[in-house]
């Protein structure tokens, strides 16, 4: 089962955006929920995550500027990007994994990767 990024779109720098991650079939509220960001030519970087416990962790790069969050009624993992940048500009794609905390960070202990949601900020 795959999960499903949207919320992407044009913003300019300083603007602020919602992204989305929906799922069927899985309930998010049993898994730490990623979110991850890759540049044409770059490899894809950890972003964000979010534990079942509610804890958050961030990249450097977006800490004070993106925040995630859950709602477990609607099955759905949120990332608020605030402030935005140049350098944001990405696709962004959320996954699942099993991870606790060790390897939280890291693409390859995260499955479920979907589409993802092209995110594009002007200068």
């Known amino acids: 089962v795959q999960l499903q990024a949207s919320g992407g779109g044009l913003v300019q720098t300083g603007g602020s955006l919602r992204l989305s991650c929906a799922a069927s079939g899985r309930t998010l509220s049993t898994y730490t929920v990623g979110w991850f960001r890759q540049s044409p030519g770059k490899e894809r970087e950890f972003v964000s995550a979010?534990?079942?416990?509610?804890?958050?962790y961030y990249a450097d790069s977006v800490t004070g500027r993106f925040t995630i969050s859950r709602d477990n009624a609607k099955n759905t993992v949120y990332l608020q990007m605030n402030n935005l940048k140049p350098e944001d500009t990405a696709v962004y794609y959320c996954?699942?994994?099993?991870?606790?905390?060790?390897?939280?960070?890291?693409?390859?202990?995260?499955?479920?990767w979907g589409q993802g949601t092209l995110v594009t900020v002007s200068s």
């Open positions: 979010i534990r079942r416990t509610g804890h958050s």
């Open positions: 996954a699942v994994s099993n991870v606790v905390l060790s390897g939280i960070r890291g693409s390859g202990n995260y499955d479920g």
